[in-house]
């Protein structure tokens, strides 16, 4: 398998060098040739590399492990998009996303144990008051951060952006001890009922589990309803403005200010519902219960290149397929092969799979 | 008795030139942390106290190569932890489990750090900005992974433990790896505060400011960003190999992402251009938290709490004085020469009336 993929990354490089001499050099727009080809020969091994790997594995096997890593999909999927969605507005990677996300669990389990204690509701009831709270604190959160921060630090570069979100990070894994207490809490599945669906030609019937399906369903209509926010409502519009040039948007009279608060609210709410889906299966809710999440959805960003809103999505769902590939291959070093893959694409492409170049000014 | 009062003048006359000397502040700063560390043998001061200045010392180790990347070069990167935990587990291991000899294990430990960091180099020629912080803490989540995993060299989850430490075959005590850590910080200051003022020092300030116009000037990016970041990768594992003499433990939880910020807010609360700065974030970071948080009874019911103290003052010395602590320290000092200024200025006018 591993040999497998080398060769088909030793083929694809020297088919580039042969290429890019023998036929290229000859060509006028080099440069632009040079850049498909590369695109083309990346998405040709990387799919070489899915076929190698579906075949070894069955294609039982692998439809079921991404079954059943559907949540976690999902999880990733939306702290990126929050990720995106702030990385956009205020141009700063936001490294408090997945803190302020865990803050929502952490509130969501209290409201539960609290619901549980004083009233008769029924468990799905209580679930999902809990994941509107998750959605609203975080939402708070995000507002706060933007109107009470960002908008007064008077001397902001990027970098002081970043350290200004750690800065956030820091006070907020101290603050959650004190908010709610020192125990590890949990959060229940909405329902532990597999579905068992038959395929035609495949021995066994693939296993779907309920919460996967609900967290899916949760999560597709979410994103569904952001892009379209984004494409058909005033706010989108503005967002998009605001992406594309701060100051000129500002300029032609959109409002700016609240277009990024609303940014920061929407993209906590969109990690609260993240760290809602993860709890139950990352056992339990702790201080750093999301801080993989965090890495795997800059990772992703990365991946797929902050410059669209669609690329990091895919980058999202790209990482959770390696990952569901590699935990076969070896399931110690799981991480390690996700993380030195997404490496090498990214070296290859510094901007991202789908990341456009922008022209510097000197 | 004139002559006698000669020779006075001339002392004096060469003491202030010593003083003037850019390492003076620095060495007499490390034999006052002797003298603390005498005192502590003697028990005058808490052991506690002094155990916690060491580890502040060797995390201050760490804060400099960052602030050469971050300061200097403006590189930021995020993968501080994993080179530390490197170095721990290069003395661990070679020094502790295999039993080589301690200048076998230092070479050993250089050569990986100047391997690693060459290789992280390479990276940031292609990746910029924002996007290398992240790819850095890729990297540094990917050695985390090792030292969990690959437990022949790290002893996975449970930890490496280093004890019985020789240096030249003679046993080190703990006393004596105290004052090796002194050495080694005073003299790592002066090498940084060499490194600043050389040419190298010029060329990644200039990097810094603008990749274009230093590269016009014919500074070779390739060459500088590899030296920045081998300088700091080789600082962060002689922290490390520091730190496991000091501790004598190491475990992979230690070298997470907190850890990296951690160095991160102390070099920028601090102040990421001065070496003053970075000794006072370092030690308002971590050793506010070891010695003066540890006593109010809240922070003692909850231990974690105190990392809201370092978050805020990471946030509101952003916002309100990106240049750090140092600057803040300078602008007081201005207020006050100020202050006084006015005040002689009054005293004069009460004493011998108005100027005409």
Known sequence: MIEKLLYVTLAAVGIYYLVDLAVLSRVKKRAVYRAKLLNLLMLLSVLAGFAFAIKEMTLYLFLQIVLLNIVEMCVLVLATTGIVLIFKTSVTTNFAQGTVATVGAFAAAKLIIYLTANTAMPMSTKLILALVFS??????????????????????????KQMIT??????????????????????????????????????????????????????????????????????????????????????????????????????????????????????????????????????????????????????????????????????VWTNVIVYVLVLLLVLVKPLGLFGKKTAKKV | MTTLRLSFD???????????????????????????????????????????LVITMIYAIVALGFSLLLGYAGLASLGTAGFVGLGTYFIGHFSGTLGYPFLATILISLLGAIVLGAIVGFISLRIEGMYLAIITLGLSEIMREIFKSFTAFTNGVNGLGFRDFTLFELEVSEAAVDFIVIFVFILLIIGTLNIIKSPTGRALLAMKNSDSAAQSMGIGLMKYRLLAFTL?????????????????????????????????????????????????????????????????????????????????????????YPGGLIRLLLAIKFWLIKIWKKLKRKWSVYRYGEDD
Not at chain 1, 143 to 155: E, G, H, Q
Not at chain 2, 239 to 255: A, E, K, N, R, V
Request: glycine share 10%; net charge positive; proline share 5%.
């Open chain 1, 135 to 160: 959605a609203v604190v975080t939402f708070l959160i995000g507002l706060f951060i933007d109107t009470v921060i960002f908008r007064n630090s008077r001397y902001s570069n990027p970098v002081g």
């Open chain 2, 232 to 320: 700091a990768t080789i600082y962060a594992v002689i922290g490390g190999l520091l730190y496991m003499m000091d501790q004598q433990f190491s475990i992979p939880t230690t070298w997470s992402l907190d850890f990296s910020l951690n160095i991160l807010a102390a070099v920028v609360v601090g102040g990421a251009q001065s070496i003053t700065g970075i000794i006072l974030g370092t030690f308002t970071i971590f050793g506010l938290n070891m010695t003066v948080l540890k006593e109010i009874a809240f922070f003692r019911e909850y231990p974690d709490a105190t990392w809201i103290v370092s978050g805020m003052l990471i946030i509101l010395i952003t916002m309100f």
């Open chain 1, 166 to 331: 750690m800065g956030i990070v820091l006070v907020l894994f101290g603050l959650m001890p004190v908010l709610f207490g020192l125990l590890p809490l949990t959060i229940e599945a909405f329902s532990y009922f597999p579905y068992e669906i038959q395929l035609p030609n495949f021995p066994y019937p693939l296993i779907l589990p309920a919460q996967n399906l609900i967290a899916l369903l949760i999560t597709v209509g979410m994103l569904v309803f952001l892009f379209a926010a984004l494409r058909f409502t005033k706010w989108g519009l503005g967002v998009r403005a605001t992406a594309s040039n701060e100051t000129v948007a500002g300029m032609m009279g959109v409002n700016t200010k609240l277009i990024t608060a609303l940014s920061w609210g929407i993209a906590g709410a969109f990690g609260g519902v993240a760290a809602f889906l993860f709890a139950p299966v990352g056992s339990s809710v702790t201080v750093s219960f999301m801080t993989p999440v965090q890495v795997n959805a800059f990772l992703a960003s990365i991946l797929g290149g902050f410059s669209s809103f669609g690329g990091p999505l895919v980058g999202a769902v790209l990482i959770n397929l390696f990952s569901s590939i590699a935990s076969f291959l070896n399931s």
């Open chain 2, 10 to 52: 001339r002392i004096r006359k060469q003491l202030a030139i010593i003083a003037k000397h850019p390492y003076f502040g620095f060495v007499v700063f490390g034999a006052i942390l002797v003298v603390l560390r005498l005192l502590a043998l003697g028990g005058i001061i808490p052991n506690s106290l002094m155990k916690s």
